[in-house]
Structures are given as C-alpha cells and as structure tokens.
C-alpha cells in the first residue's frame, strides 16, 4: 500500500514546486536490506517500525527559537542528505519538528520519532540545544538516498550519552595545521556526538595563540615546530633562523571565529596554556620567565616557570585573563606534566623559597603554584583541570623525582589520568577529586595502529576496576589525543584520527550493556567510513584493523 501527502504550504509556494511523498512499504528483506539502521553511536534505546517515508526536494521544518540550534547549520546537514529546509514559524506547520522541551543545558538526551504523518512526521524533542543536534546528528545518519529522493526508516529512538565529557584533544604546538583542519575535525567531532575539543596550544616547541600584552610570545614563540626541537637548534639562534619565517599561531579573531563555529555544533572547547613546564616557547620569548633562562638572558630549553616570581604569576594571570576572554567553555586546562626539576633544583632563590614556605619537595612546589592558579581560575568562574601529575604523585615511580608530602590539591580541580598505573584514578577519586580517563595505553592515537589497534580502542573502559557503582559518576569522562610530534601534514593527522575517533565516540556515549561487540560496531560504522573516504580522511586500511 502507498499512501500520499502533499505539503501543502509549499506547493503553494511557486517558488518551490516541491513535493512531499510519504510512502508505506511492506516490511520486507528487501526493505529491511536498504532501511538497516546503521548508527554510531549506537542509541540507548531503538525501536523499529513497519515503514518507510520518502521526501522529494524540500521539506517544512520548525526549529524551536529558545534552542538556540543554528539554523544556517541546520540547513547544512538537511542539504547534505539532500532536502532543502522550509523554515516554518509554528510547530504544527512543520513535517519536520525540533522542540525544546525544558531548560536543562547540561542534559543532552533527546527523542526521536519517525511516522507517517502529513504534519510531524519526524519529531525530535530535547532538554538541550546540544541534545536536539545530538538528534540532527541522528537524522542525519538515518537518511537513505535513492532515486533522487531521501528516506526514512519508522523508528522511535530515546537516547543519551553514558559520560557528559567526551573529548578529543588536537597538539598543535608540535605542527601547526590551521582553521581549514581544525574545523574539519569538528565537523566529524559533531557526526559522532563528541561534545569537547581539548585544544592543546602551547608547548616546547611553539606557541599557538595571540596573547596582545605579550605579542613576543607568537612574533617569537610561535616560528619553531617539532622539527625544529628534535634537531636540537640553540636557542641563542632561535631568532636569526626564524626572523623570515612567518609565524604559525591563531589570532584572536581566529579563535573567536572557531569557538563560534564548535558552539554550532554543540562542541565546547577547552584550551590547554602549560604550568610549570613545556614552556620553552614563551621561555624563548621572554627568558626572565624560566628558572634558568633568567640567569643568563637566553631561552634554555625545557626550563620551568620560576612560579615563585610575583612578576611571572602575573603574567600567568595576564594569559590566563585573554584565554578566559576568548574560550567560554568554563574550564581551563594548565597541563603540569613531565616538568623537569632540576631548573628549579639548580635555583638558589627558588630553594630559599620553599625553605622559608615550609615546602619540603619539587612535587610539592608544583601543586603550591597549580593551587594558586586554581584559585585565580576560580575567581573567573572558571573550572581548573589538569594532567595526573597535579596531584604531586611521582606517577612513574621515577629515582629522580620525589612525591609530594605537604601540598594537597585544591578541591574542586579535575583530574585528567594519562600516565602511571591506573590505580592512580581509584586514588584520586577517594581524595574527592573528577577524572577524566585518557590513559595512553588505549587512547593516544599518536601510537601507531600496531600499538593501539581500532578494536583495542573500541575495548576501552573509562571506569577502572575497583570504582564502586556510587562513585562511578566521578569519572566524567574520556578523552583521546592527536599528539602531533609525527604529524606535520593534515593527512597524517587523519590517518593516525581516522577511524580510531569512532571507537572512543562510541565508548563515551554507550553503556557497557548496549554496547555490543567490535564486529557489530564495524558494521554500524560502515556507512560513515564511506563518507571518510570520500573526504579523504581514509584512503586505505593497511595496518588499520
């Protein structure tokens, strides 16, 4: 049986001289071969339905006004599958309705449901702006193309996410790749409802973002890349090599212009400014920062921020004021790893300092000052979050570096695990502290695919064994990390990105029930693996899988 509708608003506009057919077919193999949903992430809950609806061309929508969803955006993704949107003003005019249905920002659940309806045929309803393009994002992959129309699937689909942080951190201070890219990686960040891009853009090797109080920082510390550190050039010569080198950083328009662009797409972005080390770049720029450096005028590489400077706090506190105004995403991240000690161990004034401060270790020093920057956070209105060695644990159990004894960590500061047994997330969590789980054993995709296969990606369990039910919820999340020192190019990000992002979008929003088993998420992905392919994100799968 077929069954026919016309929307009537738009036949009577000439402009469009569309038409809108919906179409009941019998539940067949056939149909069930070319109506198989296909989605990643899996949803929370699918129910399928006899049927299917086919749209020809154009197609009324109502996007509620209070959501806040861009409808330029919006269009984007309709346009894509091949339906040009209708705007419509009232929830009853529309075949296809976007509502809000209270105000509840951090909650990104949402409903979905598909019937054969003349008005409402396709019905998404949210809490949140995030969760109605949580729902777009749905749609989006549910589309079917054939015969130059676009189908649907019947289906109602109730759907949230297991963590509400899923994360995927780009290093740029290795090599800088650029707006064109990063908005790309969005792009597919947003197909597969990852909500946090952790932008990592400062280190050793460059400085990445316009700070104005201090414009050496990006006509300085912005020209030097991973290859530049790993031949090892002086610092003395940083300079005179790099004087006809253009720099490599984001204005701040720039950034503005990519926040703006991650918020459309229900992504928030957290910057990373490293604390105490990794700040051989702003260390070239400006040598009186670094505990060494200071001594004889000239960037040393590798130094540490002499933290017991009043001068250098501030300019911590001056880059921290710009980053505040430019990411709005309420949390900074200041890094606070691998610092190296012994630029502070060599300091005569930094060792009278903790003397006189009663501060028994470097370990210690460190979470001092990382306190002291929580708090300046704090004042902001804003979050502080850091790498696992900010809870002063010698993490490695490494001979030269001794744990801290008297300096705790400020309450309330987040904790992102990457190195060191994972007992260490058990531990952090029984001090009273959130983590984020990015244990480099499964989710650094700068490890070759030999290291980290896809399907030892997609085994990944952000909560570690041990982690009563009750204080689950303390791990917020995952994160997986692009770190760039092999990445010079863009297509060697995709490569190392591409599909490994997959399986860590699909273990932060599915619960352990629902989740199924690598082969059955393989043939979920397969229809967005085309389209990498197509993009050029996938051009083999040698070494991949």
Request: charged residues 25%; positive net charge; contains cysteine.
């Amino acid at each position: 049986m077929i069954i026919n509708f016309v929307d009537r608003d738009i036949r009577k506009r000439s402009v469009f001289q569309f038409l809108l057919l919906f179409c009941m077919l019998p539940f067949t193999e056939t149909y069930a071969q070319q109506s198989a949903i296909k989605l990643v992430p899996q949803p929370a809950d699918l129910q399928m339905h006899n049927g299917f609806v086919k749209i020809k061309d154009a197609i009324s929508v109502f996007i509620d006004p209070r959501s806040g969803v861009s409808k330029l955006y919006a269009k984007e993704l309709f346009q894509e599958i091949g339906i040009q949107p209708v705007w419509r003003n009232k929830e009853k005019d529309a075949v296809v309705v976007l509502k809000l249905t209270k105000s509840q920002v951090i909650d990104e659940s949402y409903s979905l449901q598909i019937s054969l309806k003349e008005k409402g045929a396709i019905i998404a309803s949210s809490p949140s702006k995030n969760g109605l393009l949580n729902a777009l994002q749905t749609i989006r992959q549910l589309a079917v193309k054939e015969d130059q129309q676009t189908g649907f699937p019947l289906c109602t689909i109730n759907d949230k996410p297991r963590f509400g942080w899923r994360a995927y951190m780009l290093d740029e201070s290795r090599h800088f790749h650029g707006k064109i890219v990063v908005k790309k990686l969005l792009d597919e960040m947003a197909r597969l409802k990852l909500n946090t891009f952790h932008w990592h853009l400062v280190d050793d090797p460059g400085w990445r973002v316009e700070i104005k109080k201090y414009p050496r920082l990006t006509s300085v510390g912005s020209k030097g890349d991973h290859t530049h550190m790993s031949k090892g050039i002086s610092p003395v010569k940083w300079d005179s090599l790099y004087n006809n080198r253009p720099g490599q950083f984001y204005t701040q328009a720039d950034i503005r212009e990519i926040v703006a662009y991650a918020i459309d797409r229900g992504i928030r972005i957290i910057p990373e400014i490293e604390v105490p080390g990794h700040a051989s770049a702003s260390i070239y720029a400006y040598p009186w920062l670094g505990a060494s450096s200071r001594k004889k005028n000239e960037g040393i590489r590798g130094d540490l921020y002499d933290i017991t400077d009043p001068k250098v706090v501030k300019f911590l506190q001056d880059v921290l004021d710009e980053i505040i105004s430019l990411f709005p995403s309420k949390i900074i991240h200041i890094g606070g790893d691998e610092a190296n000690y012994s630029h502070w161990k060599e300091s005569k004034e930094i060792n009278e300092f903790m003397k006189a401060n009663n501060i028994p270790t470097y370990s210690d020093l460190q979470v001092w000052a990382i306190n002291r920057m929580s708090k300046y956070i704090s004042s902001k209105g804003y979050r502080m979050i850091g790498w696992n060695e900010i809870t002063g644990d010698n993490i490695r159990n490494e001979a030269h570096v001794e744990a801290g004894k008297s300096e705790k960590l400020a309450k309330g500061t987040l904790v992102q695990f990457w190195d060191g047994d994972v007992s260490l997330v058990n531990k952090a969590i029984e001090k009273g502290y959130d983590v984020v789980n990015s244990d480099r054993l499964f989710t650094y995709l700068d490890y070759p695919y030999e290291t980290t296969s896809f399907e030892k990606a997609y085994a990944f369990n952000p909560i570690p064994n041990g982690i009563s039910a009750a204080d689950s919820y303390k791990v917020l999340g995952l994160g997986c990390q692009m770190w760039g020192e092999f990445t010079p190019t863009s297509d060697r990000v995709y490569y190392q990105t591409f599909p490994r992002i997959a399986a860590f979008a699909e273990t932060g929003w599915v619960a352990p029930e629902k989740k199924g088993n690598y082969l059955d998420f393989r043939n979920r992905l397969s229809q967005i693996e085309e389209i990498w392919k197509t993009k050029g994100y996938i051009k083999d799968q040698e070494g991949r899988y």
